[in-house]
């Protein structure tokens, strides 16, 4: 789930949740710091923010089943919308 949060994070961010050039620094700010979450914020919603949220949860145990994110309110939202007749031209 960790992966998710992070491609999720970086898609509509443009940007890593724990940037650093060095991977001992990614490590230090993985551990000590949490990623800023107005970077994907301001493009989405609570929801899509407290999804990327459970996913980067630090406790490996505090972290969601796939299941469980399906079941997210911002996964419900995706999942709800018809898209068959969008893509369309």
Known sequence: MWA???????????????????????FKKILNHE?????????????CTDFIAQCLNKDP????????LFESPWMQRWQARD????DKA
């Open 61 to 68: 145990h505090g972290r969601p089943t796939i299941s469980q």
């Open 35 to 47: 990623p800023d979450y107005s970077l994907v914020a301001r493009y989405n919603n609570k929801d």
């Open 4 to 26: 998710v949060g992070v491609v999720t994070f970086m898609i509509l961010s443009g940007s890593r949740p724990f940037p650093g050039k060095r991977k001992v620094d990614i």
């Open 83 to 86: 898209v068959s007749s969008e």
